[in-house]
T-cell receptor, first 114, second 113 residues
Framework: NAGVTQTPKFRVLKTGQSMTLLCAQDMNHEYMYWYRQDPGMGLRLIHYSVGEGTTAKGEVPDGYNVSRLKKQNFLLGLESAAPSQTSVYFC?????????????FGSGTQLSVL | DAKTTQPPSMDCAEGRAANLPCNHS???????VYWYRQIHSQGPQYIIH???NNETNEMASLIITEDRKSSTLILPHATLRDTAVYYCIVLSDRGSTLGRLYFGRGTQLTVWP
């Protein structure tokens, strides 16, 4: 049982390049989330999904797109990377049938945009 | 919009209890208090949560004041592996948040030998 797996773990991009971050969970969770974390800061929600085929904007959605074609996967895309998107990205999932708001997080993706 | 206030840093000797405070003076009646921690370079990890009663699990205890305006997370016997940033989170509109937890800057706990 791997939980939440993020790939890649590290990536360096040049300004204007595009890339996709993959999040996969094997817990059959309906809800999935993408957060970013900048140095010395807490986590900020980018986008989230409440089920296969659905997505919604979080606090800081600009410059990102997401897709949830399969329940177990949540993709985060950067169409034209900017230096301001240098950050650590975390994916999380949750079972909405649970009594609580317990999130399970992946180990993160360190992204640098030069 | 921060709904909680935590000290930026604390330290604790290994083997002693670590008591991490959190103020949430504007908490409403149906809001829960959640604690997560983030060990360096890892994703946050759930610790414990509560509404009004004190809670205990294998990781920690949570003490919530009677007026619910503050709480304390207690790690009874801190170890070096407990060194992490600890986040106190109050849910807004539970049931409609869909897990949109607000992570502030938290408290950096350093456990020293």
């Amino acid at each position: 049982n791997a939980g939440v797996t993020q790939t890649p773990k590290f990536r360096v991009l040049k300004t204007g390049q595009s890339m996709t971050l993959l999040c996969a969970q094997d817990m059959n969770h309906e809800y999935m989330y993408w957060y970013r974390q900048d140095p010395g800061m807490g986590l900020r929600l980018i986008h989230y999904s409440v089920g296969e085929g659905t997505t919604a904007k979080g606090e800081v959605p600009d410059g990102y797109n997401v897709s949830r074609l399969k329940k177990q996967n949540f993709l985060l895309g950067l169409e034209s990377a900017a230096p301001s998107q240098t950050s650590v990205y975390f994916c999380a999932s949750r079972d909405p049938q649970g009594r609580d708001e317990k999130l399970f997080f992946g180990s993160g993706t360190q992204l640098s945009v030069l | 919009d921060a709904k909680t206030t935590q000290p930026p840093s604390m330290d604790c000797a290994e083997g002693r209890a670590a008591n991490l405070p959190c103020n949430h003076s504007t908490i409403s009646g149906n809001e829960y208090v959640y604690w997560y921690r983030q060990i360096h370079s890892q994703g946050p990890q759930y610790i414990i949560h509560g509404l009004k009663n004190n809670e205990t699990n294998e990781m920690a205890s949570l003490i919530i004041t009677e007026d619910r305006k503050s709480s304390t997370l207690i790690l009874p016997h801190a170890t070096l592996r407990d060194t992490a940033v600890y986040y106190c989170i109050v849910l807004s509109d539970r049931g409609s948040t869909l897990g949109r937890l607000y992570f502030g800057r938290g408290t950096q706990l350093t456990v020293w030998p």
